[in-house]
């Protein structure tokens, strides 16, 4: 399996990706918003785009699928709920369905609800397992509820889901957000150490290299995995002081996002 980031540069810094079959050269398009820099990353490394995944209904995540579909005929693949909200889906999948690309690439489907009701992640089936997290899960952080979401739902796929994937899993969701999710989990907890060697190292890094975390690193440095921490629940106790002594993870999930809102 080969992955290709595409940094969008755009005001939302959008993540596009490719994932390409070695031995076909058959491409699925994850979220290609920006469809001009998705198609000529394809026509420069030789690859024929087949499929389009939509992680979630968002217009920053499904803007471009009309573009890509006229230049390559591609089928458009989404959550099976969400074919009224994305124009043109041919296959609508549910937990557990396998995307096959090419010969030797397949990704598995995570319902994963909560940044939306409809919103899929991936997990590849390869020797160095990776997660296309969407707006489910960030680099040192987690996606609002915003539009359409569900905060005790995104709690339940963190801690049912993605807690639960292998550690060695490397993380390539839709945004660049880590400078930014790195301050805020040293506002929540300011001894975090791996988050303060790691903030250097990714101040002011340039998106289209953008380092890639493994979920070992997401649950060092991520506040929303470190829901137990006893400085993270001392510090939320400053901003809301009749927190219980021993708050429910979810109740600490909660609020961490409520302060996210903020930020």
């Not at 573009?67 to 959550?79: L, N, P, S």
């Not at 020797?127 to 915003?146: E, I, M, Y």
């Not at 550690?167 to 790195?182: A, C, F, K, R, S």
Request: charged share 25%; proline share 6%; net charge negative.
């Amino acid at each position: 399996m080969i992955v290709e980031q595409i940094w969008t540069a755009n005001a939302l810094r959008n993540f596009n990706y490719l994932v390409a079959c070695p031995d076909t050269g058959e491409a699925l398009a994850i979220d290609p918003l920006d469809h001009e820099k998705t198609l000529a990353t394809a026509k420069v490394k030789g690859w024929r785009i087949t499929q389009i995944l939509n992680t979630h209904e968002h217009h920053d995540h499904i803007g471009g699928n009309a573009a890509v579909v006229a230049a390559t005929g591609a089928k458009v693949i989404a959550h099976h709920r969400a074919a009224g909200r994305i124009p043109g889906v041919d296959r609508g999948v549910r937990a557990g369905d396998v995307i096959k690309v090419g010969k030797r690439v397949e990704l598995e489907c995570m319902d994963t609800p909560g940044h939306t009701m409809c919103h899929i992640c991936l997990r590849s089936h390869t020797d160095q397992p990776a997660l296309f997290s969407g707006d489910t899960l960030f680099n040192a952080g987690a996606g609002n509820v915003h539009n359409g979401g569900n905060v005790e739902d995104l709690y339940a796929t963190f801690v049912d889901q993605l807690a639960r994937l292998p550690e060695n899993t490397q993380v390539y969701p839709g945004h660049d957000y880590m400078e930014n999710n790195l301050k805020f989990t040293l506002a929540r907890e300011p001894g975090n150490e791996a988050a303060r060697e790691m903030l250097p190292q990714v101040t002011g890094q340039d998106p289209a290299r953008s380092r890639v975390t493994t979920l070992a690193d997401e649950r060092r440095i991520n506040t929303f995995m470190r829901l137990d921490s006893p400085g993270v629940i001392a510090r939320l106790r400053e901003e809301f002081p009749d927190l219980p002594e021993r708050p429910e993870p979810k109740t600490v999930f909660a609020k961490l996002r409520e302060l996210r809102n903020k930020w």
